[in-house]
């Protein structure tokens, strides 16, 4: 997080700097090339960082800490001529915009280091933010204008990068100093071609010593913020550093509105204040994801896996699912179990109950001494997610609802008892739109807990959430216990215009994160968090079932399963239940493949 708290620092005070310079390029004693050697000439002044720090780098190291300077020169050289041709209001935010970009590109041909999937959205906003400045602005911009505008911002990219590339061979101070001398001495240069000494000299001489005064003073003051940018590349890719310097522009925006007496209005008012909210919102979200990255998280910690079971899936899959049961209680040996009771299958016709496939389950996992956490409700795991008896579909909604709780009450009353079942879980992601469910009421959930613990309030009911699109915050209130899921590449049916399987551009401590925010939110600091579903089998457009051995393994290879494991092992919980397990059995069993299972008696154990 230090990179972001010095980069805001850095561009307020480039931004109240800028503000300064707005004023100061409306004197005479402007001249694009006066305006460069002055700007450059003034790195001699880093000879006062020379006690904190100076060696002789190696000759590819300065090489390259002169071509930083060398291009940053052009590319404020660009800058200032684009300027002396166009409107600040129009080529600050332009820069903004593209210097960040091209320094994202830059830095991806040569660092060895790349912008996190999470920091993607920040940085988007940010140029957002940008652009946004610069396109609420009437006045036009010329093709030649822009040009000089894109040139500077490819050597912005180019130096940044280079820059970073020179903090990394060398300590901060050290490299920093040899950029500094490398920019004065290439400027220094500028005074051996007499056309270009005489316009220097000569612009000095007709410029008041006030204005000198200003310019070195406000150079000064900008060499602060200059030195705090370079020492943010330092710490972190110099793509997300460049990109916060929109907050500079907003710097400018407020300072002139207040101090300059600048006036806006109509749209251009409405479009500052929008570029200010993408600039906040893109800065508050980069400090949420820095803040996530540096949540402790106990590597060392004992964590429990669990697995589910579903008979239902297990015989779509072809196999006899009281052995691969049997499988999971001898030979993965897990000490917690998470199981399903499906209406459709127990009630079908009404009234009349089967609890044959419930009662061998639970008898099963007494035998063997096992914790199990059983689902009940219409919506249970596996797809299609709702389990609805064809008679009670014909219900309306009301009549439905009432057919449901009058066979959970049958269902919790047969179970109270039941020495393994240690947890209830009240349906399966209740608050997630996803499967072929029934429309339900509003409180349907409420009835549902306040009814289990009517009969049975000696036991704690989970209720879950999807751990991607959930907001958490109804499930943790409403449960005695909260269980998330856990996905990462799946087939994303509900969304059009994605067509293929995609993995989730989420980082483990997206989890965390979200944790102690749902946490702080509900004041809910004690309560259980857990994994209930951590996905270790594929996901198609087709159904599990139906897709070949080869994308099978395509899709989810055991190389995959391991980084899982490691992913969920990141996210900082203490128990996860794995989803897959009749997956496992079926390679092992069918397909001579026993990869996946012997990797998760081994995790298990």
């Known amino acids: 997080m230090l990179w972001f708290y010095i980069a805001i620092a850095a561009q307020v005070i480039l931004g109240v700097s800028a503000v300064f310079d707005k004023w100061l390029l409306k004197k005479s004693f402007f001249d694009p090339l006066v305006y460069t050697f002055w700007f450059a000439i003034t790195g001699y002044l880093a000879v006062v960082l020379m006690p904190f720090g100076f ?148 612009a000095t001489k007709t410029s008041g010593s006030r204005d000198k005064v200003s310019y070195f003073a406000n150079r000064a003051f900008a060499a602060i913020g200059s030195i705090l940018v370079n020492v943010a590349f330092s710490l ?46 893109g800065l508050a979200w980069l400090g949420l994801v820095g803040y996530a990255r540096n949540l402790l998280v106990e590597q060392n910690r004992h964590i429990e896996w669990g697995v589910t079971f579903s008979q239902k899936f297990s015989r779509q899959l072809g196999l006899d699912w009281k052995k691969n049961y049997e499988a999971i209680l001898t030979d993965l040996n897990p000490e917690k179990i998470r199981l399903a009771v499906y209406w ?43 389990f609805v008896p064809g008679w009670a579909k014909k219900l309306n909604t009301g009549e439905r609802e009432q057919a449901l709780n009058d066979y959970l009450k049958v269902i919790i009353n047969r179970y109270k008892e039941n020495p393994a079942i240690v947890m209830w879980q009240a349906e399966n992601e209740p608050f997630l739109a996803f499967g072929e469910c029934e429309k339900r009421p509003k409180a349907f959930l409420d009835e549902e807990i306040s009814l289990i613990k009517s009969i049975d309030n000696k036991r704690p009911v989970v209720v879950t959430d999807s751990g991607e699109f959930g907001f958490w915050y109804k499930a943790v209130e409403k449960g005695d216990t909260f269980g998330t899921t856990m996905y990462r590449k799946v087939y994303p049916a509900s969304i059009g215009f994605l067509t293929g399987v ?104």
């Open 344 to 386: 459709d299958d127990t009630e079908k016709n009404r009234g009349e109950y089967d609890f044959s496939d419930s009662d061998w389950l639970l008898e099963k996992s007494n035998q063997f001494n096992k914790k199990i956490v059983l689902t009940v409700g219409m919506k249970v795991p596996r797809w299609p997610e709702c």
């Open 55 to 202: 060696a002789i780098l190696p000759i590819k190291t300065m090489l390259i800490a002169f071509a930083s300077a060398v291009v940053f020169v052009f590319a404020m050289y660009f800058l200032f001529l684009a300027l002396s041709k166009s409107e600040a209001s129009k080529i600050y935010p332009l820069i903004g915009g593209f210097s960040p970009i091209f320094t994202l590109i830059v830095g991806y041909m040569l660092l060895d280091i790349t912008i996190g999937v999470g920091d993607i959205i920040g940085f988007i906003m940010l140029i957002l933010g940008a652009f946004t400045l610069f396109f609420i602005e009437e006045k036009e911009l010329v093709w030649s204008v822009f040009l000089l505008v894109l040139a500077s911002s490819v050597m912005f990219g180019i130096s940044h990068t280079l820059s970073k590339i020179v903090f990394q061979s060398s300590p901060f101070i050290i490299g920093y100093t040899w950029i500094k001398f490398g920019e004065a001495i290439f400027a220094t240069l500028f005074l051996l071609i007499p056309k270009i000494r005489h316009n220097i000299f000569s």
């Open 236 to 281: 972190t890719h110099p793509a997300l550093v460049d990109a916060t310097q929109s907050l500079k522009y907003v710097v400018i925006f407020l300072v002139a509105w207040i101090f300059l007496n600048e006036h806006f209005k109509g749209k251009v008012l409405v479009g500052k204040i929008l570029a200010t909210i993408f600039v906040v919102i």
């Open 502 to 605: 995609i993995q989730y551009p989420l980082e483990p401590n997206f989890f965390k994160l979200k944790e102690k925010i749902v946490r702080r939110l509900t004041g809910e600091y004690k309560k259980k968090f857990f994994v209930s579903e951590l996905q270790a089998e594929p996901w198609d457009k087709s159904e599990l079932p139906y897709i070949s051995y080869e994308r099978q393994i395509e899709l989810f290879s055991p190389r995959y399963f391991v980084d899982t494991i490691n992913y969920a092992k990141a996210a900082g919980f203490d128990e996860y239940y794995l989803w897959g397990a009749e997956w496992w059995y079926k390679l092992k069993t069918q397909n001579n493949d026993n990869r996946y299972w012997e990797y998760a008696r081994s995790l298990i154990k």
